[in-house]
């Protein structure tokens, strides 16, 4: 059975080929790391995120960029005229100039302004009567 991989006990890291554990270098003789040109590596890395939500017509995917451009928020459009964002940090900063709030992610709130409503609030939501 072959069980290769790097696990992180105590702050120190064990190598691990064919069950066995191996130095850092016997491993990555194997499992070279990443090149540097090949960009930065994080475990909370986002690819570009195309946005359904925020979309415009196709026609006005030009005209869309450059208002982006002005505002100092340079976002390219695909085809289909969704914006693409390459990072949390650009769909925030995106979101903001145009007014729009994304409640599906943590962040939202905090850097909104929004804050939590009181009982009272809610139950005004649900009960109007």
Known sequence: MKRDGMVLRKDTWHYYLDGAEVTQA???????PPAAE???CSLSAVKPMHSEALAVSPRRVKQAEADAKRHGVPTEFDQHGRPVF???DHQRR???????VNKDDNWSAKN?????????ELAKEIFDG
């Open 38 to 40: 090949d960009g930065p």
């Open 112 to 120: 909104y302004g929004v804050r939590p409503k009181a009982p009272e």
């Open 94 to 100: 995106y979101c903001q100039i145009y007014g729009y």
């Open 86 to 88: 390459t990072s949390r």
């Open 26 to 32: 016997e491993y990555e003789r194997r499992y070279p």
